[in-house]
């Protein structure tokens, strides 16, 4: 089994990641994030932004990975989306987000993908605050 090691586990390691599930061929994959939370991204963490902080980025610009961020935003409890000043009702693809909303995405889409890797016999290992 060829071994592989990502490097950081924002936005560019999940798409790594992500391409490298698509091929179907399974991996050992060690994946290494500095942070405490694998798959947030630096630029998305709580420990790096607040609430009011926007990302620059709109649903319709990221490339979906099992679902959109509009979707996953619509899947939303109302009263989480409130804590960032967000209404449900209003959610559109082109709207401007918190960024901590859009590291949650994120982290959510990786660890599905974590999940699916090993299904198909991936070896992964996910080192955190390293």
Known sequence: MKKIAIV???PTGIYTLFSLLQQQTPLSISIFEQA????VGMPYSDEE???MMLANIASIEIPPIYCTYLEWLQKQEASHLQRYGVKKETLHDRQFLPRILL???FRDQF???VD???QQKFAVAVYESC
Not at 36 to 39: K, T
């Open 8 to 10: 950081g586990a924002g």
């Open 36 to 39: 405490d939370e694998a798959g």
């Open 49 to 51: 932004n607040s609430k």
């Open 103 to 105: 590291g949650e995405y």
């Open 111 to 113: 660890l599905r993908l």
């Open 116 to 118: 699916q890797a090993r």
